[in-house]
């Protein structure tokens, strides 16, 4: 099977360059790509490639791995090529502009592991995902559009783009006036934006183990975000495991991820979930992500189990054993 991790194949030329920024995330592109790796390696049968660029090859403790480099092709001109040649594609790429479904289409749906193309259609879109998920009744932050009525005063806003990929191109404004400006000016110059009332409590993330409209919650993270009002919201990591399973706010967020996978048919393999969760009144989802996220990065060794052989599906390593003998 492929793996293909959009950041260190150098899908991205836009994060091309030595800024703090760029190496910041070409830094979580590899720390996912490799956590991959590693835990399909550990799986008897199953032959693994990657994508590779030349500003991240493989470390030498994955030197068996058989790398493929990607300099002369764009991501989707790559997966089209390449796909056919492999049983299962695994893919990791932001959503922003369409890139995770138009690489998905590109894979095709026989060999694609992870979401389907309607689940990441929906998630990548925040507007989209606040009506589906609110439609069904769950927490979601309040929101404004043009033609709506004017919001109150008393709270902070946030402006970010509809489906731009975590804390990305989010600014955090002292009211609804100014947040009302912003995304006007934003959509008047084309970018698909959306406005929603800043939600104070704990940045949390989950990561969900989804299949048949069902979800497992594996980890509940602490995300370590910077916000000051006035400037950008920037994302700076997470901590996994921050909360247990079995306390009292585990099971609500236990409920909430199931809740998700029903609303949301067509979730698969690994789904991060951010939310905000409040003292007093609970979690409030934020955004889905159809995708692995920073979270998976040493969550199988916490775990003491193998991720990447339960997002495999069954029928693929019975194949794969088969194929080998």
């Not at 183990?209 to 916000?227: M, Y």
């Amino acid at each position: 099977m492929l793996v293909y991790e959009c950041i260190s194949a150098g899908g991205l030329p836009a994060i091309a360059g030595n800024g703090a920024a760029a190496s910041r995330l070409l830094s979580q592109g590899v720390m996912m790509r490799n956590a991959m790796i590693a835990d399909l390696t550990r799986l008897k049968h199953v032959r693994v490639a990657c994508a590779t660029s030349s500003s991240a090859p493989l470390p030498r403790y994955l030197a068996h791995v058989r790398s493929i480099d990607t300099s002369r092709l764009g991501a989707a001109e790559f997966l089209g090529c390449e796909a056919d040649e492999h049983d299962r594609v695994w893919v990791v790429a932001p959503e922003s502009d369409g890139l995770l479904g138009r690489l998905a289409e590109a894979v095709g749906d026989a060999r694609w592991l992870g979401c389907s193309r309607d689940a990441i259609r929906l998630a990548g879109s925040k507007t989209a995902t606040r009506e589906c998920l609110g439609g069904a009744g769950m927490p979601i932050p309040y929101s404004w559009r043009p033609g709506d009525p004017e919001a109150g005063s008393g709270r902070r806003w946030v402006v970010k783009p509809d489906d731009g990929a975590g804390g990305e191109a989010a600014y955090l404004h002292p009211d609804f006036a100014s947040a009302r400006q912003d995304l006007l000016a934003r959509l008047e110059r084309g970018f698909a934006s959306t406005a929603e009332a800043w939600i104070e409590g704990v940045p949390l993330s989950l990561s969900l183990l989804c299949a048949d409209g069902r979800a497992e919650l594996l980890s509940i993270n602490r995300q370590r975000i910077t916000v000051q009002t006035g400037q950008p919201v920037r994302y700076c990591g997470v901590e996994i495991g921050t909360e247990a399973l079995d306390s009292p706010t585990g099971g609500i967020l236990a409920e909430l991820a199931e809740g998700i996978a029903t609303a949301m048919p067509g979730l698969a393999g690994y789904v991060g979930v951010d939310l905000v969760w409040q003292p007093s009144d609970g979690p409030v989802v934020i955004e889905i992500n159809p995708r692995l996220t920073c979270a998976y990065v040493g969550l199988s060794a916490s775990l003491g189990r193998n991720l990447a052989g339960e997002i495999l599906p069954a029928p693929y390593q019975e194949a794969s054993t088969h194929a080998l003998r």
